[in-house]
């Protein structure tokens, strides 16, 4: 079973995955019944939805998601915690472990206030119940913090040392702190929890609070609870630009950091990613609120294929690959080497390039009417890569600028195909050849 290859397996905080893809603390998890149907589809492990004395409600509805160029882009939550008693949750716990793959990871989730002795609980009442690991939530962005709870705590350091240090006197599994991004600088955060006996970290849970839209015709925010709102948790693709700098910042920070990176992750791309920048395992929410227990299928073989491609025999092997190459701005090279080069024979003339180009780049580029090809003139081209990442078909290249100016001479030259072979050409490279490859 490919879900568990032994490349795949990885360790966090002593305690084995069969692989990296956990599901984080959110509706996917939010009772006994889906849990184990996630774990039997292959999923690693699994955060229930966090334990709190007494349990929460939510308002109807509680979930919106923004769409840009007809894909999901942004998601926004206003629900809470667990809203099942810590008692429904003794019983579950041990139904999850006796029905789940024996190599299935649980955590418990759990939340108490600013004073340490309302973390033990709902801590010994997992741990009893038979849990993995415990997650500590002291990052929730919304409802929590008004009851001085979720990232009220996680936002000072002195409160998480406080609670972390109390719960690791009573906890007999690893304990992982889940941290809020809605700080300045997260490092003092993360060391305060470190030194205090935190054995890993979950980074990170939802941003903001943000309002994700407003409906100018009812004159509402969204989303809408019978006219009014409150500012949310915000997730998916748009964060996690964020949330791989914030993974960065603590694999730097902490010796022998280990981290559950959350925040973005729609594919195996996107998991590797956090990988590389130090997370050891991955949590996925918002893409399984968007698209089901079923994206594991994509999560485990793209990793598989990626990982045998580059010849990685281990998930460690690509921890933190790339955090040595990540450094201060002003250590970068400020050479001003390269140019940009249009490939005549895969660009199809759609213009998405010209106008930025002419309004925020250098004004290189400009459309050759009689060969219906955009063209980049190097002599104009600052370099600044904006052209490169606005086309569709990868065309635009940067080179260097004696090369992009052979390659500019040389293609005025010769003769283009037409445009609409090469439309053909963009299609079956696109579709003809992807589902070639999905079919093989």
């Known amino acids: 079973m490919r879900h568990r290859s032994p490349e795949l397996a990885i360790t966090v905080a002593g305690v084995e995955f069969p692989n990296p893809f956990v599901l984080g603390s959110a509706p996917p998890t939010r009772d006994a019944e889906r849990i184990i149907r996630a774990a039997r589809m292959g999923w690693g492990g699994a ?8 349990p929460t409600k939510d308002p109807t509805p509680h979930i919106i998601l923004k769409r840009l160029n007809g894909y999901p882009f942004v998601n926004e939550n206003i629900e809470l915690l667990t809203t099942y008693p810590v008692d429904q949750w003794e019983k579950w716990v041990p139904e999850i472990k006796s029905k789940a793959p024996s190599d299935f990871v649980l955590i418990s989730s759990i939340m108490g206030t600013p004073e340490p002795e309302t973390w033990v609980e709902p801590l010994q009442r997992m741990q009893d119940a038979g849990t993995d690991f ?21 936002q000072d350091a002195g409160l998480v040392a406080r ?43 939802t941003h903001g609070p943000g309002i994700i839209g407003i409906d100018i015709y009812k004159e509402e925010p969204l989303p809408s609870v019978k006219g009014y709102s409150t500012p949310g948790g915000i997730s998916g693709p748009a964060i996690k630009p964020f949330v791989l700098r914030l993974i960065h910042d603590v694999y730097t920070t902490v010796p022998n ?18 990988i590389m920048v130090g997370a050891r395992g991955v949590q996925v929410v918002t893409g399984v609120l968007w698209y089901g227990y079923g994206i594991i299928d994509n999560l485990v073989n793209g990793l598989l294929n990626f990982m045998r491609e580059k010849r990685f025999s281990s998930i460690e092997e690509m921890v ?17 080497w390269g140019a940009t080069f249009v490939d005549p024979e895969k660009c199809i003339a759609c213009g998405k390039c010209l106008d930025p180009c002419r309004d925020a780049g250098g004004g290189a580029l400009y459309y050759d009417a009689e060969a ?17 990442n606005l086309c569709p078909t990868g065309a635009i290249r940067l080179v260097k600028k004696e090369e992009a100016e052979r390659l500019y001479n040389e293609s005025l030259a010769k003769p283009v195909p037409s ?6 050409r963009v299609f079956e490279r696109e579709f003809v050849d992807a589902m070639t490859r999905y079919i093989r």
């Open 47 to 54: 955060v229930h939805k966090t334990v709190v004395i007494p």
């Open 257 to 274: 950091a280990q981290i559950f990176g959350l925040g973005g992750v729609l594919s195996w791309y996107d998991a590797v990613e956090h």
């Open 134 to 154: 415990i997650e500590l939530n002291v990052s929730c962005p919304h409802g929590s913090p008004e009851k001085y709870m979720g990232a009220y705590i996680g």
């Open 419 to 424: 445009l609409s072979s090469r439309l053909h």
């Open 163 to 205: 609670i972390v240090s109390h719960i690791k006197k009573y906890a007999r599994v690893p304990v992982s702190v889940k941290l809020t991004p809605i700080v300045t600088d997260i490092k003092p955060i993360a060391r305060s929890a470190h030194q205090s006996g935190a054995d890993a970290f979950t980074i990170a849970n």
């Open 372 to 388: 219906k090809v955009v063209r980049s003139n190097p002599k104009d081209c600052i370099g600044c890569g904006l052209c490169i």
């Open 320 to 336: 933190g690959r790339v955090t040595s190459k990540i450094i201060a701005h002003s250590s970068l090279d400020f050479e001003e």
